[in-house]
């Protein structure tokens, strides 16, 4: 699958703006993520949301993800 990479992400992805990873939920698709490029994990320790068709997941990991979805990573809005 395609996965988008928002801009303040991208450096974690070595500046990619996008990714092909297989992954059938959101919990696989971040290991994998992270086992390709580890300085990722800097960004998911401060927290990322997975859009999968528009709807964003922020702690299900086990959501599958449907094939031919639209997946984005997105930073974690932080409330105050």
Same mark, same amino acid.
């Given at each position: 699958? &395609?996965?988008?990479?928002?801009?303040s992400l @991208?450096? !974690?992805? !070595?500046?990619?703006? +996008?990714?092909? /990873?297989?992954?059938? +939920?959101? @919990?696989?698709? %971040? +290991? *994998? %993520?992270?086992? *390709?490029?580890?300085?990722? &994990?800097?960004? %998911? $320790?401060?927290?990322?949301?997975?859009?999968?068709?528009? #709807? /964003?997941? *922020? #702690? $299900?990991? +086990?959501?599958?993800?449907?094939?031919?979805? $639209?997946?984005? %990573?997105?930073? *974690? /809005?932080? !409330?105050?």
């Amino acid at each position: 699958m &395609q996965v988008d990479i928002s801009s303040s992400l @991208r450096a !974690g992805a !070595g500046g990619a703006s +996008t990714l092909e /990873i297989e992954a059938s +939920t959101i @919990r696989e698709l %971040l +290991t *994998r %993520l992270v086992e *390709r490029y580890p300085q990722m &994990q800097a960004h %998911l $320790d401060e927290g990322i949301a997975v859009a999968i068709n528009g #709807d /964003i997941y *922020r #702690d $299900d990991w +086990t959501k599958e993800i449907p094939p031919d979805a $639209d997946v984005v %990573l997105i930073p *974690r /809005i932080k !409330g105050g």
